[in-house]
């Protein structure tokens, strides 16, 4: 991991750190902006409409995909008290954070993300298979937060570092891998494609997907990854198959490649359910 990387980490973390915990101690601990708690944090692929197995789908462009391997590196994961700008009805209360971001005034429970105060964090990056739990929930542990309502999350996707050991080998440095087979007309190929999210952090942030959830104790937050979605306007038929067959390795200035790497870090790409 560079050294760049290590510090706009340590940077991005560090600061929504700051904001969990002032806010716990500044708000949940006073009785004026909810208790602190510890609730569970987990992760799940999520199905495609009408499908029955995670990694089977049929792609806006008429491609039938089915994924046969699926790994990705993702978090830190942080829950947010403020809706997502993309939300109806949240617009006027995003620009009012930016702006007590620019011109600052004595609001002592904010912080200043456009997210408000962080409600929640799980602080470490995994590595996810998103087909080794068979569509079951991840749990992946016990995270702190504040009791109360959480309207958006946001999660960061980057390289695997050397902390995650052997776990990340089958990625080989990249930080997503999808490998499975697109067809449509009689026409079947297989693909392997990897993506890149190194820094800077807002590069690699995936921001403010809306949510409606009640944290409390005991709870579990699970991250529902969409990888349907992630395929979205892919044109497989102007990939280039190899002689004989053999699968595509996806290039970066494919239409594929580009597609994928936009689709991933929408808002769409993830949802969220609380259990």
């Avoid at 995003?94 to 964090?121: I, K, M, N, Q, Y």
């Avoid at 891998?177 to 297989?190: I, P, Q, Y």
């Avoid at 970066?252 to 689709?263: G, W, Y």
């Amino acid at each position: 991991m560079s050294p760049l990387f290590r510090t706009t980490r340590r940077a991005f973390t560090t600061l929504l750190g700051t904001a969990l915990l002032g806010g716990g101690s500044a708000c949940g601990l006073s009785g004026t902006g909810g208790r602190a708690i510890v609730f569970r944090m987990g992760l799940r692929t999520a199905l495609a409409p009408g499908e029955t197995q995670p990694g089977h789908f049929t792609t806006d462009t008429g491609w039938r995909v089915a994924l046969t391997s699926a790994r990705m590196v993702l978090g830190p994961i942080y829950l947010f008290e403020n809706p997502s700008p993309l939300q109806a009805g949240s617009t006027t209360r995003w620009w009012r954070r930016v702006s007590d971001v620019l011109v600052p005034t004595a609001h002592a429970h904010d912080s200043f993300f456009a997210g408000g105060r962080v409600l929640g964090e799980w602080d470490r990056e995994v590595v996810f298979d998103l087909l080794g739990e068979g569509g079951e929930t991840r749990v992946l542990g016990r995270s702190p937060g504040i009791a109360g309502m959480a309207r958006s999350f946001s999660l960061l996707l980057q390289p695997p570092s050397r902390a995650l050991g052997a776990e990340a080998a089958p990625l080989e440095g990249r930080s997503v891998v999808l490998e499975g087979t697109a067809s449509r007309d009689g026409r079947t190929l297989a693909f392997r494609a990897a993506l890149d999210f190194p820094p800077p952090v807002e590069l690699q942030r995936v921001e403010f997907v809306p949510i409606e959830v009640e944290l409390d104790d005991e709870g579990l937050f699970v991250v529902e990854l969409q990888p349907h979605r992630w395929f979205e306007g892919t044109l497989f038929e102007r990939l280039e198959v190899p002689p004989g067959g053999a699968a595509v390795a996806v290039p970066p200035e494919s239409q594929v490649h580009r597609a994928l790497l936009v689709n991933v870090r929408r808002h769409t790409a993830f949802t969220a359910a609380w259990e």
